[in-house]
C-alpha cells in the first residue's frame, strides 16, 4: 500500500513527463505496428518512408520507456534533462521531416495532422524543459530532505 501512494505521489508531480514518455512510447509502438505509414517526399527528394522502420521505432520505445520508468522509480535522476533534450530532438526532427513533406506536395499546401501533433508535442518539450526542473525529481516533501 506504502508503494502504491510512493507512485501515484510521483505521478502527481512528474506526469507531465510521465505521459511524454508514454506518448514517445506509443508512436513507437506504432511504428512497429503500422508499417510504412509515413510516406513522401521533401523538396530535396528526400524519401521519408524510413522514418517509422524498425531502427527508429526502437529509439522511440526505449527513449519513452526510460522516461516513463526513470520519472515513477527514480532510475538514474540526473539523467533526466538529457532524456528530455533527445525528446525534444527526435519530436522536433520529425516535425521537420513531416513539414518538409507536407509543403512538398503538390495538391494545395495543407500541413497534416501528424505534423501538427509533432510540433506541438516538441513545444510541450521545450515549455517543461524551461519552466520545469527535470534534473533533480520532485519527490521531496515541503521541509523534507
Known sequence: MRELRRLVRKLRVNHSWIFIGLETLIVGMYFVACRDSVVGYTAGHISVGGLDDWFPAVVWILLGGFVVINNL??????????????????????????LARDLNDPHPPVVGLATIFYGIIMLRILVLLLFDDTHAHKHRRKGGH
Do not use: T
Open 73 to 98: 522509480f527514480d532510475v538514474w535522476p540526473d539523467r533526466n534533462r538529457i532524456a528530455a533534450i533527445a525528446m525534444m530532438g527526435l519530436w522536433g526532427f520529425y516535425f521537420g521531416m513531416m
